[in-house]
C-alpha cells in the first residue's frame, strides 16, 4: 500500500499588514517529512510512505503568491513522480489565505485531485481554527481534525486521519464528507474545548462516530482573523459511504452548536490593559500571566507593540516581565553595547505601524542569548524585564523562557504575547488575565474592517436566524 505524503500549512492572518514570503516557511523535502517515529510505526506495518514536501510557516499575514505557487509546484511535481498511489495523507491546517487567489487549501487539494485522479483517496489532518471551503470538502475523501484548544492532540489527529484512510483502502470503502457552516464568528479564546459549551460539544463528536456508517466528526472553531467567504464555524462528518447519513449528522452537530451560540466566551477573566496590571498587582496569586491578547504571536500577531511595557512603566510596576517584544534593531542595539551597559533605545512600532507606536526607553542589557550572536536580548527598564527577541516567536512554554535565564514562576506578573495559554503555561499559572489591547488579533471583532466574511453572521450581527439548508 503507497501513501503519498505532503501538505502546505498556514494560519493567515488577513488583518496582518505583514506578508509570508518563501523565507517564512520551513521546507522538507523527501526523506526529511518522515524521520520521526510517528511515520515508522506504520512503515512497520507494511505501508509503503512516498514523501514529498511538507511546508509550514508560523500564522502571519497573508501567504505570498509567489511563495505559495513555487511549494505548490514542487509538491506537485514530487507528487506525480512517485505516481501511481493508492491514497495521499496531507497535513494542513485550514486557515490558509494566498495573495490573489483566496482559499490556500482549496486551491492545493483541487490540484492534488487533478494529478492523481477521482479513484484516488485523499485524507487530512487540520487544525480546529481551520476556515473551510466548500471546494475543499468536495476534493477530498476524509478530512478530520484537533479537539483540544489549546493543543495537546496534534499527533492523535494524525494518527486518527491516517488510520480512517488505510481502514477506507483495506476495506474498500468510499468515504465521504458532509459539511454545514453556520453564520457564527468565533475567536479561539472563547472556544477553550476544556471548559462548557466547547467541551460538551466536543464530546458529542465521539457520540456521533459510534453511529454505524460514520467514521469522523470534526468541529471547526475557525480562524475569526481570516477575513474569508468562508470564516465562521463548521460541522464536518465523514460517512463510510452514505453521504445523506454524513450530512443528517453534520446538521445536527451544527444545531446543537448554533443552540448554544450566546454560552461561548473566554475562560478567564479580561480587562482592558489598565485593569489588568491593576488586578494583576492587587492579587495575592503570584505569577499572575497576563495575555496581550491583540498582539497575540499564535494568530498573527506582530508582536512588537510596546502598549504594556508603557503601561506598567506608567504603574511603576516592580517584579513585571514582558516576553517579549520582537525587535531586531533593539536586539542588534544591546549585542553592540554589551551586557552590563546602558542603553536608550526605541522599542516597537516596527511591524505593526497601524496599531503600535514606537516607545523610547532607558535600561540595563542583563542578558543576551547566544553571546556571540544574539537574538535575544534581556533589558532591565526600572522595575520591568524585558524580553527582545530578533524574530516573532512565543513564549508559549517554561522552557521559552530558560534562554533568558528566568523562571517566570517567580515573577509577580508576566505578560505573554498570546491568546488563550498554551497548555504549560496554563496548567501552572496561579491566575491568568485575558487582557482586551488592540492590534492584528483583536479579540474585539466588532473593531476588525471585515471586508469579505458572509453576512449576517452572529455576533457583529446579533439579529440572526439559521437552519440548515434541508433540515
Partial sequence: MRIAIGGIGHETNTFSTLMTGTKEFYVRRGEEC?????WHAYQEQGVELVPTLTAGAAPHGPVGKDAYLQLKTELLERLERALPVDGVFLSLHGAMEIQEIGDGEGDLVTAVRERIGPQVQICASLDLHGNISPAFVAAANILTALRTAPHRDG???RERALSHLLRSLRESLHPVTAMVKLPLLLPGEYAVTEVEPARSLYGLLAEIERIPGILDASLMIGCAWTDSPHTSVSALVVAEEDEKLAYQEAVRLAETVWARRKEFGPDVETASVEEAISRALSYPEAPVFISDSGDNVTA???GDMPLFIERLLAAKTKDAVVAGLTDAAAVDQCAQAGVGAEVTMSLGGKLDRINARPLEVTGRVMHLDPLDAPNLA???VEGITI???NERWPFADLSSFQRAHMDPLK???VVVKLGYLFPELRD??????????PGFTDLRLERLPYQRIRRPIYPLDLQVEWR???A
Fill in 378 to 380: 534581556v533589558v532591565q
Fill in 155 to 157: 499527533r492523535e489527529t
Fill in 387 to 389: 524580553l527582545l527577541i
Fill in 411 to 413: 515573577q509577580k506578573i
Fill in 34 to 38: 518522515i524521520q520521526d517515529d510517528f
Fill in 300 to 302: 498573527g500577531g506582530a
Fill in 468 to 470: 440548515a439548508a434541508g
Fill in 428 to 437: 501552572n499559572a496561579p491566575r491568568a488575565i485575558l487582557a482586551l489591547s
